[in-house]
């Protein structure tokens, strides 16, 4: 059951959400709300329309459609009734609530100098469930740890949206800063610095974690990644920096600065698999200096983050 998200909801929509199956409920991916057109969720990689009693059809016609002012609600409780304070993250296209729901926006976008200033008209709101599975990076943990550093490798966890990446790095987080390495390895817990852009990895609330990262680590709360991890390494001396969702040339460069700085860094990228990484610019550069020793490919099971396959820096299988 996923917990908090009815309350965000305007009154017809939550009521046809607490009607769901429990079973359907507790594996919800995603709420669609769509101005005029009916009511989807995602669960189970599967999909379906949701009707006022709380049942799912693949019939659109049966299925509740939000109204204008279903949704000027939702975006005005989104937002604490203050949509011009919102401004930034209007910009960017989501909002992420309380328990690191990711809300993403569709509207109508306001240019300025040729880039997106703000969304207004907004008609569409995919609500992202956030989940904590705590214990999924435990499988894979013994195959990033250096023994020979007593820390952990280098590491990019790789897969296409919605498969569990965040979750995953997450966990292992979790499992670095208590120093839950599994099996027989010696080794302590390490200080973590989480630099997280979008609240999704700590869900912070007034700047305290609501998932559990572990004992040993610190966060920052909707910062920039390159800011973030450059702060991190001035202030608060990491061994280990967990970021989300690289990709720009900037956070290449915070990469490398860590790295020279003797901290090892975990981090996500979008894609399907190694090769698919190698044609951005950016990861293509990051790839060919070895800078990560260990990559992660994901593949979803069953709504829990699965480790497809570990490569280390050159390519090579890595059995664990």
């Known amino acids: 059951m996923f917990v908090g998200i009815e309350e965000w909801l305007p009154k017809l929509i939550r009521m046809a959400i607490i009607q769901l199956s429990d079973d359907i ?25 949701v009707t006022s009693h709380g049942k799912v059809s693949l019939n659109p016609q049966e299925a509740i459609h ?21 401004e930034e993250e209007l910009r960017r296209g989501y909002i992420t609530i309380a328990g690191g729901h990711r809300v993403g926006l569709a509207g109508r976008t306001v240019l300025e100098q040729g880039r997106v200033k703000h969304i207004r008209n907004i008609s569409s709101f995919n609500i992202r469930i956030a989940r904590e599975v705590l214990d999924c990076g435990k499988k894979v943990l013994p195959a990033l740890a250096d023994l020979d550093s007593r820390t952990v490798h280098h590491t990019l966890v790789i897969s296409p949206p919605q498969k569990g990446k965040t979750t995953l790095i997450r966990d292992l987080t ?14 302590r817990g390490l200080k973590v610095g989480v630099v997280d852009e979008r609240s999704e990895l700590a ?6 974690p609501t998932f559990d ?3 040993r680590t610190d966060v920052l709360d909707g ?44 981090a996500s990228a979008h894609g399907h ?3 698919d990484i190698r044609q951005r610019p ?29 490569y280390d820096s050159r390519g090579n299988r890595v059995r664990w």
């Open 273 to 275: 698999d190694l090769d």
């Open 25 to 49: 409920r507790g594996s919800l991916e995603e709420i669609r709300i769509r101005e005029g057109r009916p009511l989807e969720i995602i669960y189970r990689s599967q999909y379906g329309f």
């Open 223 to 266: 910062c920039p990644k390159a800011e973030g991890m450059m702060m991190m390494i001035r202030a608060m001396s990491p061994e280990v920096i967990v970021v989300d969702e690289i990709g720009r040339e900037e956070d290449a460069t915070a990469i490398h600065e860590a790295l020279h700085a003797g901290i090892r860094i975990i």
């Open 66 to 86: 939000p109204t204008r002012e279903d949704c000027a609600k939702l975006l005005d409780v989104l937002t604490n009734h203050s949509v011009y304070s919102y």
């Open 213 to 215: 990262l572990g004992p």
């Open 174 to 187: 979790r499992l670095i800063s208590y120093g839950f390495w599994g099996g027989n390895m010696d080794m």
């Open 203 to 208: 869900a912070c609330v007034s700047g305290v």
């Open 282 to 310: 950016v990861m293509q550069h990051l790839i060919a200096s070895e800078v990560f020793a260990r990559y992660v490919i994901l593949h979803n099971a069953g709504g829990t983050p699965a480790v497809h396959e570990v």
